[in-house]
């Protein structure tokens, strides 16, 4: 090469990594670069292709709802072809035909530059997180010690799956998303059937197909981000019969603003996949009694982890834990009242929030749908509470805006609705964990609001 100016070679990603074949009705095709231009100053923007149009092509047709998904992009850079650091991530919706352009402004003055993207097609129903941090996840098996006898799988067992998702570094170069949901859950079609009736319009039997192949913007196993600091953590309590993993937008969307997001299985959760390989489905009933128990024994459990785990130890404040539900996991609220450990509770469209006849006198968000199941149960609450008190419906919103879901059939990619309720958690958990002084968000779709 001439090392009097710069030279660049384009390299074709091999799809490294791959991941589990899809059903196919025809060939796409994989991602590659179809340009490159050095400009005048020497920065040089790179051009991306792929084509998924017609991957799942599963009735003659492409489905409106899986164009609304998007295909992520990952491009990496070197000067040696040996060593490879990551460059960006890309998103780009189904719908969109246009080439990706991406500048890569660190170019200029280096005496070569080599490119690489995978092949890979990355189909995720998220748009990347907000926050500064990268997102990682990791999943424990616990058993709680206290609960011998516990009832909780058919066939029973003690053991339940947590997954936690924390800030991390950006990851090393060759890292691939993690997939959204565990893959036998995502393609149980008595599930994906069941959140129909919940108002995940377009959810059924055919998607089933497509979940298990959807990514979320999280990397499995990554160290914590690099440093001393020490991240609040959120508990998190998914609705009746679904599962730990049911809202990780929001997990991973908390996670990239400086979180540590924690989420079991309950007693009553849809079913649960093991690293073992057993697929354990959870119990019919609503277990309230067995969800507060799970929170309680998590709040514990992160006090042994801040002594002496691989990945947290001495990296969670436990100064600052906040709790989270949607619909049964309501219920939260009791255990934010209940325990000194907890300083505040936001939750969505909830139920179960009568538990004590006090209320709660701690910082409090509830938000609901604008068709909304349980008003009356939230409105009673907030009226208890004396103060920091917010309450709030979001307009265009349904039962399961608050989880995944509404990513994935609800909600066109990027409307308000998702995106607003993504804004209110970040303020109120800022707001009082971090004790950061915010604007309140001023999304449209918020109405209704009520402050205390």
């Known amino acids: 090469m001439n090392r009097m100016r710069p030279s660049y070679l384009l390299v074709l990603g091999v799809g490294l990594l791959l991941l589990t074949p899809l059903p196919l009705s025809a060939q796409p095709t994989p991602h590659h670069f ?53 460059l960006a991530r890309l998103l780009r919706t189904n719908s969109d035909s246009s080439p990706l352009l991406y500048q890569d402004t660190n170019a200029a003055g280096l005496g070569r530059r080599f490119y690489r993207t995978f092949t890979n097609h990355l189909l995720t129903a998220f748009p990347k997180p907000s926050g500064r941090f990268a997102v990682g996840t990791v ?17 029973r067992t003690n053991a339940f799956m947590v997954t936690f998702w924390y800030p991390a570094d950006p990851p090393a170069a060759g890292t691939l998303p993690a997939r959204m949901w565990d893959q036998r859950w995502a393609a149980d079609t008595n599930f994906i059937v069941r959140l129909a009736a919940f108002g995940a319009t377009g959810a ?17 196993g990554v160290p914590l981000a690099a440093g001393t600091a020490k991240y609040p953590a959120v508990l998190y309590s998914h609705g009746y019969h679904a599962a730990r993993q049911s809202a990780s937008q929001m997990a991973e969307e908390l996670a990239s603003h400086g979180y540590v997001v924690v989420a079991p299985d309950h007693p009553d959760c849809w079913a649960t996949e093991f690293p073992d390989g057993r697929y354990l489905s959870g119990s019919s009933s609503g277990d309230v009694p067995g969800r507060l ?38 219920m939260v609220v009791e255990t934010c009242r209940s325990d000194s450990r907890v300083k505040c509770a936001a939750i ?28 009356s149960e939230n409105q009673w609450l907030f009226s208890k509470a004396i103060t920091n008190a917010t309450m709030l419906q979001v307009r265009g919103a349904e039962h ?50 009520q402050r205390k």
């Open 139 to 155: 999943d424990h098996v616990m058993v709680d010690p206290a609960r011998t006898n516990l009832y909780r799988y058919t066939p």
């Open 34 to 86: 179809n340009g490159l231009t050095v400009l005048p100053d020497q920065m040089v923007t790179l051009s991306l292709d792929g084509s998924v149009s017609n991957m799942f092509n599963l009735s003659g047709t492409v489905s409106n709802q899986f164009l609304q998904l998007a295909d992520l992009y990952v491009v990496e850079a070197s000067t040696n072809l040996t060593d490879w650091t990551p």
């Open 400 to 449: 399961v805006t608050g989880c995944d879901p509404a990513w994935m059939w609800e909600i066109p990619w990027g409307r308000g609705p998702a995106l607003a309720f993504d804004a209110c958690l970040i303020w109120f958990f800022d707001t009082y964990l971090k004790g950061e002084t915010l604007a309140f968000p001023t999304n449209s779709e918020i109405y209704n609001l």
């Open 348 to 375: 969505w469209d909830a139920t179960n929030l009568q538990l004590n006849s006090a209320g709660l006198q701690k910082p409090l968000l509830a938000a609901l749908g604008e068709n909304n199941l349980f008003y």
């Open 204 to 220: 059924d039997t055919q998607w089933a197909l497509i979940t298990p192949k959807l990514i979320g913007h999280y990397f499995r």
């Open 293 to 330: 128990k799970d929170m309680l024994f998590l709040l514990d459990e992160l006090g042994r982890l801040n002594d002496g785990d691989t990945l947290f130890a001495g990296r969670l404040d436990l100064d600052r834990i906040g709790v989270a539900g949607l619909s049964l996991g309501g």
